[in-house]
């Protein structure tokens, strides 16, 4: 058995915050903060990554059911960077075209 945490984001949904995987070892009022499972299997494989995106997993408190949230986020860095280059290499290619065009004329 699990032990899904979670913080209520709305009436009927909430975000989980972790799991404990020793719930026998917690009390009644730990317990009852969270919604017990037979194991992880239950829970959704999460989303594959994408650039500029988080993934966040969810619960339907009226049906118990999991599910990932997919939301915006700010670049990173490294991601910023990437972007760049590859915007960068579009334009270099671009102006390879046109190049070649005014040569053919």
């Known amino acids: 058995m699990i032990l899904v ?5 709305s009436e009927d949904k909430a975000k989980v915050l ?4 020793k719930p026998e070892m917690l009390t009644k009022e730990e317990t009852s ?3 017990l499972l037979e194991g992880m299997d239950n829970l959704p494989k999460a989303p594959s990554a994408e650039r500029g995106k988080i993934a966040t997993l969810m619960v339907n408190l009226d049906t118990n059911e999991f599910y990932w949230e997919i ?3 700010p670049l990173n860095q490294e991601e910023l960077l990437e972007s760049m280059l590859e915007k960068m290499d579009e334009l ?3 102006e390879d075209e046109i190049i070649n065009l005014l040569k053919n004329r």
């Open 5 to 9: 945490n979670y913080e209520k984001v």
């Open 18 to 21: 972790g799991t404990h995987h």
């Open 33 to 35: 903060k969270g919604i």
């Open 71 to 73: 939301e915006d986020r």
């Open 92 to 94: 270099a290619k671009k």
